[in-house]
């Protein structure tokens, strides 16, 4: 069944269910489709209809490649938060104290000034700079 939004010359619309897009082609064509307001045989399918409208999507459409970069950024993302923890603005500093006392194994991940990341490379610490995707741009 498909439901379609029609219009009459009247200024009326009303919706109408036809069992197939072909029925309501083969009613038109026969006039048999009736004003529910007027009587009136001049009636066509509207614009209007709300499965028509949705489908126009103003936004531009990510091409393919941007999307799958975008999505092993996400997945590179949600591998360094499982694995990793968050030191957050602490970074620089735990990178230091993981580095000079040798303390723990396990990797961090923060927030870290261009200067910083310079003064961590300079001083022998291994740091990464990625970029970090917002999981909602998807
Ligand atoms: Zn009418």
Redesign the pocket.
């Known amino acids: 069944m498909i439901k379609y939004n029609l219009i009459?010359?009247?200024g009326?619309t009303f919706e109408s269910w036809f069992s197939s897009s072909n029925e309501y082609d083969q009613l038109r064509k026969k006039h048999l489709i009736n004003?529910i307001?007027?009587n009136?045989k001049s009636v066509k399918k509207s614009i209007m209809a709300p499965n028509l409208s949705s489908k126009s999507n103003k936004i531009p459409k990510k091409s393919k490649l941007e999307k799958k970069a975008m999505k092993q950024l996400v997945d590179f993302r949600k591998y360094v938060e499982k694995n990793f923890k968050n030191v957050g603005d602490n970074f620089t500093k735990e990178a230091r104290s993981i580095h000079y006392d040798k303390k723990t194994s396990k990797g961090i991940y923060g927030k870290a000034t261009p200067e910083e990341t310079d003064e961590l490379i300079e001083e022998g610490i291994e740091v990464a700079t990625i970029p970090w995707i917002d999981k909602s741009e998807n």
């Open positions: 009459c010359r009247c009326k004003c307001y007027c009136s």
